[in-house]
């Protein structure tokens, strides 16, 4: 996520963004700042005519009622769609023989197809190369290997993968997103439905990690070249496939076609992905020491013995983890004090809006609230990165009260005044403070919403971890723009602490579901006429929710409550909420399929 611009090395994820010191600025923006002219249009790599418009007609910020797709597409979208050239310009060849039966291996561990020469999306569905055309809008360079998209999913992964608005000149950065499978409607002749329905995602979703490059180009009409690269997943693993993306995007750059094929004969070589497996992984002249879930909920902790000594962030990856950089610290830092009141709006399914200055910034921050949630299953959508040319834009942002367990992030600040209507917001960063002459601080001109937590309804159920938050609070202040929680002991420790909450909330209700498991006795009579009886006794009891909170009030909670009266409501919202049906359907499939067992 580096990029060099001069003899400076820049990491654009790490960038505070509030700070103007830190960010590049366009000789017009910076104009602007010197002569004290707040500057309110920003530029979009994937609405490049956004600004011309504004700067023309100098409009009003677009309302609910108004904002469409249009308002921000390329001048010839409506003429040209998405389009894709062909894969030859990624100067690739196919892969050998003995390449494609090594692919078989990983295909046949999951359980799908024998098609050999697709075996590679067994774990990667594809990688997709995306340029960006000023006329046609992004554009799909190539795909490989080849694999059928819907002209809906192409466009959706055209546009996830650039950042809507961003600050700086040049740079890089990864992010991830999140898109739903959207098959074509009426039948193409040339669409594969067959190889699609063979390798359909579990939750309905196809997950892109893009590494997005900006650099100045004097041949461009603009001056600048934009290119994603964009690994295509069914697996929801941020930590492990943000790092591949980041290893191969600069070498694809800087190289061209060969390395795409090198990262698919590392990738076919690898061993299936098992569950709770701890694997060493080859790709691109490294090796990744890699643990991976057992199931979508399972929590993931450091104190592992999976790597054969003590964990290490820059050796080891826990792929369905956050990534650690941008630093979680950085990017709560204006609302470190509010953590855990965002924490229990999560755990309770309350739908949450959060902004920030990259895509880099949102998609960390929704994986990493994802990822403390755990062993707590999370009932809702979230796209770690959402723009308004999603397909799922008018379902998911309109005037109606946002949906239980919704994780939006977003960059874009229209999207301030489009979910006014929002319980709660979140924006990333630390908050800014700019000195002036007086000796006074002033905020800069910021588009979109300030740094920090803003909610209408929400009023904190259990107490704060006072000295953690003193620590958290001393690093941040002692922190620079970029050096703060360099070595990730802070972000590692504030999430150690959240996941720990998060086993305790449950300690309650797995203690209540101990008492609905048939004791052996039962199940042991010999009075019992039908096999049929028998079955019945060997099911889990139905869930009751007046002797659940009995046992509440006799036995209590591990968390620190501000009142008894709070933890009876906080688990009464909770038992209402999506995520306890979610949870229940799941114990009782477990418990139900170990009573089923002979004996």
């Known amino acids: 996520m580096a990029d060099i611009v001069g003899e400076e090395t820049v990491d654009l994820g790490l960038i505070n963004t509030n700070d103007d010191s830190a960010v590049f600025l366009s000789a017009s923006e910076s104009l602007d700042r010197r002569a004290g002219i707040p500057s309110l249009s920003f530029s979009s790599p994937s609405s490049p005519d956004l600004t011309e418009r504004q700067s023309r007609s100098k409009p009003a910020r677009l309302s609910l009622h108004h904002l469409s797709r249009s308002h921000s597409l390329p001048r010839s979208y409506h003429k040209s769609p998405i389009g894709e050239t062909a894969s030859s310009s990624l100067d690739t060849s196919p892969l050998e023989p003995d390449v494609v039966n090594r692919l078989r291996r990983w295909i046949l561990c999951i359980l799908i197809g024998t098609n050999a020469f697709f075996l590679i999306k067994s774990s990667m569905v594809k990688i997709m190369t995306v340029n960006f055309d000023l006329d046609l809008g992004p554009v799909v360079d190539g795909v490989f290997p080849s694999f059928p998209l819907s002209a809906s999913e192409k466009e959706n992964i055209c546009f996830s993968s650039f950042p809507d608005s961003f600050r700086y000149d040049e740079?890089?950065?990864?992010?991830?997103?999140?898109?739903?499978?959207?098959?074509?409607?009426?039948?193409e002749d040339k669409f594969d439905y067959g190889l699609r329905q063979s390798f359909s995602s579990q939750d309905g979703f196809l997950y892109g990690f893009s590494y997005f490059s900006r650099r100045k180009n004097k041949s461009s009409l603009r001056g600048y070249d934009q290119r994603s690269v964009v690994v295509l997943t069914r697996h929801p693993w941020p930590a492990l496939y943000t790092e591949l993306v980041n290893r191969l995007g600069p070498m694809f750059l800087a190289h061209g076609g060969p390395m795409l094929e090198s990262a698919c004969h590392n990738i076919a070589s690898w061993p299936p992905p098992d569950p709770v497996e701890t694997l060493e992984l080859g790709f691109l002249g490294s090796v990744l020491s890699v643990e991976l879930p057992g199931n979508v909920d399972q929590q993931q902790t450091t104190e592992t013995p999976s790597f054969r000594g003590k964990f290490d962030p820059k050796l080891h990856i826990l792929a369905s983890v956050a990534p650690l950089s941008p630093s979680p610290l950085n990017l709560f830092a204006a609302s470190i004090s509010h953590i855990w009141s965002i924490w229990e709006a999560i755990l309770l399914c309350e739908p949450l809006l959060i902004f920030g200055q990259s895509p880099a910034m949102t998609s960390q921050a929704v994986w990493w609230l994802l990822d403390i949630l755990r062993p707590i299953p999370f009932a809702g959508d979230f796209r770690p990165y959402f723009t308004i040319h999603d397909k799922d834009y008018h379902m998911l942002v309109n005037k109606n009260y946002p949906k239980a367990g919704l994780l939006l992030g977003v960059t874009n600040p229209l999207f301030e005044n489009m979910c006014k209507h929002w319980p709660h917001k979140l924006s990333l960063g630390r908050e800014a403070e700019h000195p002036n002459r007086t000796g006074l601080v002033k905020s800069p001109v910021i588009a979109g919403i300030p740094p920090g937590w803003q909610t209408k309804n929400h009023n904190r159920y259990i107490s704060k971890d006072r000295e953690l938050l003193r620590?958290?609070?001393?690093?941040?202040?002692?922190?620079?723009t970029i050096g703060l929680d360099a070595d990730g002991h802070s972000s590692l420790l504030l999430r150690r602490h959240f996941t720990t909450r998060s086993v305790q909330f449950l300690v309650p209700l797995n203690r209540y579901l101990n008492t609905l498991i048939p004791s052996p006795s039962s199940t042991s009579t010999t009075s019992l006429s039908s096999p049929s009886a028998l079955y019945s006794l060997r099911v889990l009891k139905p869930f009751n929710r007046d002797h659940f909170f009995a046992s509440l009030k006799a036995h209590g909670s591990p968390l620190p409550f501000r009142s008894t009266a709070k933890q009876k409501e906080f688990y009464?919202?909770?038992?209402?909420?999506?995520?306890?049906?979610?949870w229940m359907a799941r114990q009782e499939e477990t418990i139900n399929d170990f009573l089923q067992k002979p004996a």
């Open 572 to 582: 009464e919202r909770w038992l209402r909420s999506p995520a306890f049906g979610l």
């Open 171 to 187: 740079g890089c950065e990864a992010h991830a997103f999140r898109i739903r499978e959207s098959l074509p409607e009426k039948d």
């Open 471 to 480: 620590r958290l609070e001393l690093s941040i202040k002692k922190g620079g």
